[in-house]
């Protein structure tokens, strides 16, 4: 939804979609998960997950119980239900920083979550880490297009992997 797709289509469910905005993408259940993170650092780790989408009660203010406890929720469902809600996420680190990110997606019931070359700024602890909530992810029907140039992390998670060269389809395997 970032880009609009200039050519070729989008399939999802089996039917035919179109989308032009990130909300389209999330509307529809998929999620991406950048490189470069999408944190607000003095918000917490409630209000980043919510960001955009934020749950109101009937008189129009935030309802923090109900999102706190969605927020946990889905941290949880991750594996890192250690993680404080409350906690501004400047002050998390860059790897809990991105489990922020990939809880943005659980979230919203993501059935697809494109990550985009998400081991690029973690140090190996880290990514042992995301190997593992990749792979929760995968147990619970979730599919992961995981943008990696490092083969290793490929092979270690991808069912199946399909290399482009200059925007051009090379193979699927």
Do not use: W
Request: net charge negative; hydrophobic share 40%.
């Amino acid at each position: 939804g970032v880009n609009i797709p200039e050519e070729g289509e989008i399939h999802i469910g089996g039917q035919k979609r179109t989308i032009r905005s990130p909300v389209d993408s999330r509307n529809l259940g998929v999620a991406c998960v950048y490189q470069e993170l999408n944190i607000v650092s003095l918000l917490s780790v409630t209000d980043n997950i919510f960001i955009g989408r934020s749950i109101k009660k009937k008189n129009g203010l935030l309802d923090y119980k109900k999102m706190d406890q969605e927020a946990r929720e889905a941290l949880e469902s991750l594996g890192h239900g250690e993680i404080d809600v409350h906690t501004q996420c400047g002050k998390l680190g860059i790897g809990l920083q991105q489990m922020v990110e990939i809880a943005k997606a659980v979230a919203i019931n993501a059935r697809l979550i494109i990550m985009d070359e998400p081991t690029s700024s973690l140090g190996e602890g880290e990514v042992k880490q995301l190997m593992k909530t990749v792979r929760r992810l995968k147990e619970k029907g979730i599919a992961i297009l995981f943008v990696s140039h490092k083969l290793e992390e490929l092979f270690e998670l991808c069912d199946r992997v399909t290399v482009m060269r200059d925007g051009q389809h090379i193979i699927t395997e």
